[in-house]
């Protein structure tokens, strides 16, 4: 298991933007590919990007192309969701996985993630 901690949430206007952060204790993460999920009051957690081992290959939902980043820095063990252009629509609880699936650079399928952290929430105000 990896122990995931999120932070860096909070409550922001819309246009403003936050910078999420996630460390990974123990292992080094460049053994696993990570990834950002959210979910909204009401509504099934959702896919947000993903980054493979090396950090070389991100993947995003439509809704967040070319507004969010996905980045790691793997001498850290942290992973970073920069969200810029902050709309209403992207408030929720955001939670950094990890996934020790092999066979692919990164995954959207929340259920090849085997670790989670708790969630930070963001909450954007219109």
């Known amino acids: 298991q990896v122990p995931l901690v999120e932070s860096g949430g909070g409550l922001v206007q819309a246009g403003d933007s936050l910078r999420l952060s996630c460390a990974a204790s123990?292992?080094?993460?460049?053994?696993?590919?990570m990834g950002w999920f959210r979910q909204a009051p009401g509504k099934e957690r959702e896919f947000v990007a993903t980054?493979?081992?090396?950090?070389?290959?991100?993947y995003y939902a439509d809704s967040v192309k070319g507004r969010f980043i996905i980045s790691r820095d793997n001498a850290k063990n942290t992973v970073y969701l920069q969200m810029n252009s902050l709309k209403p629509e992207d408030t929720a609880v955001y939670y950094c996985?990890?996934?020790?699936?092999?066979?692919?650079?990164?995954?959207?399928?929340?259920?090849?993630?085997?670790?989670w952290g708790q969630g930070t929430q963001v909450n954007v105000s219109s």
């Open positions: 996985a990890a996934s020790g699936f092999g066979g692919a650079y990164y995954y959207t399928d929340a259920r090849r993630y085997g670790d």
């Open positions: 980054i493979s081992r090396s950090g070389g290959i991100t």
């Open positions: 123990g292992r080094t993460d460049s053994t696993y590919l």
